[in-house]
């Protein structure tokens, strides 16, 4: 042999000792830090099945999206379900997840495999929120699709978060808009908004596997009913007035629902007589034009000095409030819901309930409506932006499977809007898959009928 090829041959020997030394190491490292450090990938199996309304036909179960996004970082995997209707996710790190999962179907198939008609693409949803998936065994989660309601009206905006406290208007620029989402004239007459109440800060209740409050527990519920996934539970209650005919809203148009109908860009004289203003108008907004506005001062105590009574703007039916004027949580703990009742209903005879507290209740502690699940149209569960101040869902997956969010939080002028889905002539018919996380974006100003 020559000695320059024996030179190589052993130079190329050394070379490989080293790098096959360099590999074992690093792979002695990664087992070491995963032994002290715990973290350890773990796989997640998710099963999906229909609800029990739809156990009678034969639904497709493969197909169906299912994402996952960790609640920490942000980060999201989406997979589509087998044939068998599984879902396998494999080297998830230990975290805190939202599991969302969907299947949208059309309506010619969907007559074809239950011989209903429907006029539009139906969604069924399924959601499991701040699902904790630990160190140690992989994971096995089932999850049940359930129709989404089809409604006529949906809730297109909502301004929760306010404007600055120092340079704007702070909450009494808030308001919510209402959308015919329909191909038909509809009558906002008699139509209710209700913010639902939920747990929300830490105390001694009784609640339920989710942590959300468990009020087959509140003094005075009777017995023989499903007071949890029947119901959701307001702290107020308004109502469109009119006689049936009065409002009529075009398809792709909307309604504005004003705590106070006024350009708050501009100062104006307040209840009590004093000048309120602001000083960076570009935070707020014009509500001058809004549909309808919350005036409290008609029965409240001490209503707020900005409550002034636009007397050209029809004032909203109080059928229960909270406080003194409609505010909503800045900080976004509550949900909204949207309903229209039948002629045998009483809104004002429903029955109301406190808090299901451990200890007794107080004969002053506040009531919260129950309101029927059956005659709900549309909701939306509004969040905190920040995921550690996350709270209990208050609404089921029939009416909600998500939530939204504005990422600025309080006090932003950021308001969480609607998506369109699409334009057909000139209507614009917005995104509703009874999922807000899907169905909802957010505006850096509120924009009263804007869209996004």
């Known amino acids: 042999m020559h000695p320059t090829i024996k030179i190589k041959n052993e130079q190329m020997k050394k070379i490989a000792s080293f790098l096959l030394l360099i590999i074992v190491a690093a792979i002695s490292c990664k087992k070491e830090d995963t032994i002290s450090t715990g973290i350890q990938p773990v796989d997640l199996m998710v099963n999906l099945s229909y609800g029990l309304d739809s156990s009678g036909y034969k639904l497709p179960v493969s197909g169906i999206t299912v994402k996952i996004t960790n609640t920490n970082s942000g980060a999201t995997q989406t997979a589509r379900s087998s044939d068998s209707g599984t879902v396998r996710f494999e080297n998830m790190q230990a975290g805190t997840y939202d599991i969302d999962a969907n299947i949208t179907i059309d309506a010619n198939t969907y007559y074809q495999l239950t011989g209903n008609l429907i006029s539009d693409n139906i969604t069924f949803n399924a959601s499991e929120k701040n699902t904790r998936i630990a160190v140690g065994n992989d994971v096995t989660l089932s999850m049940t699709l359930v129709a ?79 007071p949890n996934n029947d119901y959701v539970y307001t702290k107020s209650i308004l109502m ?17 629902i004003a705590q106070t109908a006024l350009n708050h860009k501009t100062p104006f004289t307040g209840a009590n007589g004093t000048s309120i203003s602001v000083k960076d108008p570009s935070l707020t907004i014009d509500l001058s034009g809004a549909d309808f506005e919350a005036y409290y001062g008609d029965f409240v105590a001490s209503p707020l000095a900005s409550d002034v009574d636009n007397l050209s703007v029809p004032n909203m039916v109080v059928y229960q409030y909270n406080g003194r004027d409609y505010i909503l949580d800045n900080p976004g703990r509550d949900a909204y819901v949207i309903f229209k009742v039948d002629a045998s209903q009483n809104v004002r005879n429903w029955p109301s309930y406190p808090a299901p507290t451990v200890a007794p209740p107080a004969a002053t502690a506040t009531r919260y409506v129950q309101v029927p699940d059956k005659y709900i149209i549309d909701g939306v569960e ?40 699409k334009t057909v002539g000139s209507r614009i018919i917005l995104k509703d898959t009874n999922n807000s996380t899907e169905d909802f974006d957010y505006l850096d100003l509120a924009n009263p009928r804007g869209f996004k």
């Open 382 to 421: 509004v969040q905190p932006s920040a995921a550690e101040e996350r709270l209990p869902k208050k609404l089921n997956a029939a009416y909600d499977a998500g939530f939204t969010s504005v990422p600025k939080g309080s006090y932003s002028s950021q308001s969480v809007i609607r998506k369109t889905a």
């Open 240 to 256: 469109v007035p009119g006689t049936g005919t009065t409002y009529p809203v075009q398809p792709g148009n909307s309604i504005v």
């Open 148 to 226: 989404g309601t089809i409604g006529q009206w949906v809730i297109k905006q909502i301004y929760y978060a306010g404007s600055s406290t120092t340079n704007g208007a702070i909450y009494r620029d808030q308001f919510i808009e209402l959308y015919n989402n329909s191909d038909e004239v509809l009558y906002a007459d008699s139509l209710y908004i209700g913010q639902v109440y939920g747990r929300g800060t830490t105390g001694n209740f009784h609640v339920l596997a989710n942590d959300q409050l468990d009020w087959s527990f509140a003094s005075g519920m009777p017995t023989g009913t499903d």
